[in-house]
């Protein structure tokens, strides 16, 4: 079966695109979709943006345009909340806790030659923007925070999928992000680049901070596409 990956944003898939063979473009109705070919396995990536409502919508339709038969990835970056957790590691969820419904699905575990954690991730629909934020989502027993998985999660236990959620940390516990990402999402709930540049240039003291974080992301990426690869599902 194919593998059907599901991010926020394309830059989550960078690390990916960059061990598989030419991406096809796809005219799906989300923001982005392509398919590629990976150790003779297809892929369909979809992002739609951040939140579990534009997630749902971006694992329906891939999933319709799969005939309904996939294996179903979340993945992306994630917030750690473990303190043990740094930049760059990589975290697989066993389980996956929706804030908004309360309900939990598992998720399996891939099999790789390389070290990853594993623990419960939290999802909700709001950056843990702030280290005060994130300790008080850990002491709900959580390792880590994303937007995006449950409702992935919700789509494929509705399809009888097998469901798997491998994410990259961006921020450890400890970092306050640079800006309040959570006040730079238009109406639609995709974050504006606008927004945040003008968000950084009401707070200068933000600028440098913001600069790195986005090569930090990108780094992440790259990390998270190389531990892909490794993965049998």
Same mark, same amino acid.
Not at 24 to 38: H, I, K, M
Not at 193 to 202: E, V
């Given at each position: 079966m194919p593998v059907v990956a599901v991010a926020s944003q394309p830059l989550e898939f960078l690390g990916l695109l960059r061990h598989a063979g030419g991406a &096809? @473009? =796809? *005219?799906?109705?989300? +923001?982005? *979709? @392509?398919? =590629? =070919?990976?150790h003779g396995r297809r892929w369909f990536l979809a992002a739609h943006g951040p939140g579990p409502r534009l997630a749902a919508a971006a694992a329906e339709a891939a999933?319709? @345009?799969?005939?309904? &038969? +996939?294996?179903v990835l979340s993945t992306g970056f994630c917030g750690a909340l473990d303190p043990s957790l740094r930049t760059g590691d990589i975290f697989a969820a066993r389980e996956i806790f929706d804030a908004s419904e309360g309900r939990r699905f598992p998720a399996a575990i891939p099999q790789t030659p390389q070290a990853f954690h594993q623990g419960r991730l939290w999802s909700q629909d709001r950056v843990a923007v702030s280290a005060r934020e994130k300790s008080a989502l850990r002491q709900q027993g959580a390792d880590a925070v994303d937007m995006e998985a449950a409702a992935v999660a919700a789509e494929a236990a509705r399809r009888n999928a097998g469901f798997y959620c491998i994410r990259v940390v961006s921020d450890p516990a400890a970092q306050t992000l640079p800006v309040d990402f959570n006040a730079c999402r238009g109406p639609d709930g995709r974050f504006s680049?606008? @927004?945040?540049?003008? +968000?950084? =240039?009401?707070h200068p003291n933000s600028l440098i901070p913001l600069v790195r974080f986005g090569r930090t992301c990108r780094r992440a990426a790259l990390r998270l596409g190389e531990f892909l690869a490794s993965c049998r599902f």
């Open positions: &096809r @473009r =796809l *005219a799906w109705p989300v +923001a982005y *979709a @392509r398919e =590629l =070919l990976l999933l319709d @345009r799969c005939g309904g &038969r +996939a294996i680049n606008s @927004r945040i540049t003008f +968000a950084a =240039l009401m």
